[in-house]
C-alpha cells in the first residue's frame, strides 16, 4: 500500500520560463511530480535537483507512435532531459524521483507522458548522493503559458505496523484510532505516543442540577489532563493489547447522575468523569473522577463540587451549586479548567474547558471546537434567559429554564465530554460522551 500526500502546487498566472519548488520535506519515500503544462508548441521541460547546473545528468529516452520509434540518450548533461513536456493545449507528464531523501545513492528518475499521437518515456540519473531538497523546472528557448499546474506529491510505501482501529497517516505518523473497544496488534516491537479519553459523567436530573465530569484524559503529547507531566511513550512488543473505551455515564431523573467509565490501552487506564449531583434540596455533591461533577443548586444547601481523583491527575474539581434563590447546578471539571461554581440568578455553572490536543485531532478527524478533548458539561440553570454552557471539548449544556423546564444535553460522543444537568423537575440530565483511545508511532 503507497499513500500520496500532496505537498506543494503551483498554478501559474502568466508565461514563465522556470519554477522552483524548494524545502522539500525529507519524511516520505519517493516523491512524484504531475504537470499539466501549456505552451506555443511541442517543447520539452527539463530540470535540475538542487540547484546543480553541473554535468551531472545522463539519461535514455523511448519514443514511439503509430508510424515509428526511436530511442537515445547521453552520458553527461547539465539537466534533466524531459522532466516534463507541454503543448499548445496542455500536456500531462509524471516525474517519479525514486528514494529521493537518501544520502547513500545517486538518485534515478523516471518521466513518462502518453497523448493521442505517441508516447515518450525518459529515464535519467542524478549522479549524487545528496537528499533531493529542490526541483527547478525550466524551458530554454521559450515559455510556460499562464494556466499550467504543476503538483508535488509525496508517497510513503509500506504497510501499517499494526492492526487495529481506524489507521490514517499524515507523512510522519500512522494513528490508529478506537472509536469503540477492539484490539491493537503491533507486527514487531514499536514506541507509541497515546491518547487515552474516558467516557464523560452523566448530569443530574431534577431542579438546577449539576454537570457531568468530563472523562480523565492522558496524552503523550501537547498536555495531558489536570494540568500535570506529560506521559511516557510506551515500550510494545508484536502481542494484542486490548483497548476499552469507556461509555459516558447514564443522566437520572431527579438523582443523582453517573459516573463514566474508564478507558484503557495496555497499562494505561484514564479514568471515568464523575456525575452530576441530582435531586432538589438534597445538597448532593458532585461525583469524584478524571474529573468532577458539579454539586446541585439548592435554596438551602448546594452541593459540593466532586474531586478530581484520578493519579495520576487528569482533569480538574468540579463547581459548587448555588445556595439561595435562583439557583444554578455546579459545572463540570474539564481536563483543562475546573468547571465553574453555581451562582445567583442563573448565572455562571458553566463546564471547564477540555484539552487541545490538535496533534491527534487533526490527521484523525476527531476531537471538536479545532481539536479539543474532555469538556465538562454546564449546570442546570434557572430562567429561560440564563444559559450555561458547556466546556470546549464535548461537554454538553446545561438544561436552562422555569417552565418548561429543560433536560441537560448529552456530552459530545468519543471526546469524553460531561453531560449537562437538568433545569427542573421530572427533566433528566444528559448522558456523558463516551470515550476515545488514538495511538501514533512513527512510519
Not at 445567583?344 to 491527534?360: L, P, R
Not at 461537554?395 to 444537568?421: I, K, L
Amino acid at each position: 500500500m503507497s499513500t500520496y500526500t500532496p505537498i506543494a502546487t503551483q498554478t501559474l498566472t502568466s508565461a514563465v520560463s522556470s519554477l522552483v519548488f524548494a524545502g522539500i520535506p525529507q519524511n516520505y519515500t519517493d516523491l512524484i511530480l504531475v504537470s499539466n503544462a501549456i505552451g506555443g508548441s511541442d517543447l520539452d521541460i527539463y530540470g535540475q535537483l538542487n540547484s546543480d547546473t553541473g554535468n551531472n545528468y545522463a539519461f535514455t529516452s523511448f519514443y514511439g507512435s503509430g508510424s515509428g520509434n526511436a530511442i537515445s540518450g547521453q552520458t553527461s548533461n547539465f539537466n534533466l532531459f524531459g522532466a516534463a513536456r507541454f503543448q499548445t493545449g496542455g500536456s500531462i507528464s509524471t516525474l517519479y524521483i525514486n528514494s529521493y531523501s537518501n544520502s547513500t545513492t545517486n538518485k534515478t528518475m523516471l518521466t513518462r507522458i502518453n497523448n493521442s499521437s505517441y508516447t515518450m518515456l525518459w529515464s535519467n540519473l542524478w549522479r549524487s548522493n545528496a537528499p533531493v531538497t529542490s526541483i527547478t523546472l525550466l524551458v530554454l528557448s521559450s515559455t510556460i503559458s499562464a494556466g499550467s499546474t504543476f503538483t508535488l506529491y509525496g508517497i510513503q510505501a509500506g504497510t501499517p505496523k499494526a492492526t487495529g482501529g481506524l489507521v490514517t497517516n499524515d507523512g510522519t505518523y500512522y494513528y490508529h484510532t478506537f472509536l469503540q473497544s477492539g484490539i491493537f496488534t503491533p507486527s514487531q516491537a514499536l514506541t507509541v505516543d497515546y491518547l487515552v479519553v474516558a467516557g464523560g459523567g452523566g448530569g443530574g436530573g431534577g431542579f438546577r442540577s449539576g454537570a457531568g465530569g468530563a472523562g480523565g484524559l492522558r496524552s503523550t503529547v501537547t498536555a495531558t489532563g489536570g494540568g500535570g507531566t506529560l506521559e511516557s511513550t510506551l515500550s510494545l512488543n508484536a502481542q494484542n493489547y486490548p483497548i476499552t473505551i469507556g461509555a459516558g455515564g447514564s443522566g437520572s431523573l431527579n438523582a443523582n447522575g453517573f459516573s463514566g467509565s474508564n478507558s484503557v490501552f495496555g497499562s494505561i487506564t484514564a479514568t471515568g468523569g464523575g456525575y452530576g449531583g441530582g435531586n432538589w434540596d438534597s445538597g448532593n455533591a458532585g461525583g469524584s473522577g478524571g474529573s468532577g461533577g458539579g454539586g446541585i443548586g439548592s435554596s438551602s444547601t448546594g452541593g459540593a463540587g466532586g474531586a478530581r481523583t484520578a493519579s495520576p491527575v487528569q482533569g480538574f474539581n468540579g463547581g459548587s451549586g448555588y445556595s439561595g434563590g435562583l439557583q444554578c447546578g455546579g459545572g463540570g471539571g474539564g481536563a483543562g479548567a475546573i468547571g465553574q461554581n453555581g451562582g445567583s440568578g442563573g448565572t455562571d455553572g458553566d463546564g471547564g474547558a477540555g484539552v487541545q490536543i490538535t496533534a491527534f485531532a487533526t490527521p484523525t478527524n476527531t476531537g471538536v471546537n479545532s481539536g479539543y478533548y474532555a469538556g465538562g458539561g454546564g449546570g442546570g440553570n434557572y430562567g429561560s434567559g440564563n444559559i450555561t454552557i458547556g466546556g470546549l471539548g464535548g461537554g454538553g449544556a446545561g438544561g436552562s429554564g422555569d417552565n418548561p423546564y429543560q433536560n441537560g444535553v448529552f456530552g459530545t460522543a468519543n471526546t469524553g465530554g460531561g453531560a449537562g444537568g437538568a433545569s427542573g423537575n421530572d427533566r433528566r440530565g444528559g448522558n456523558g460522551g463516551s470515550g476515545i483511545v488514538i495511538v501514533r508511532y512513527a512510519i
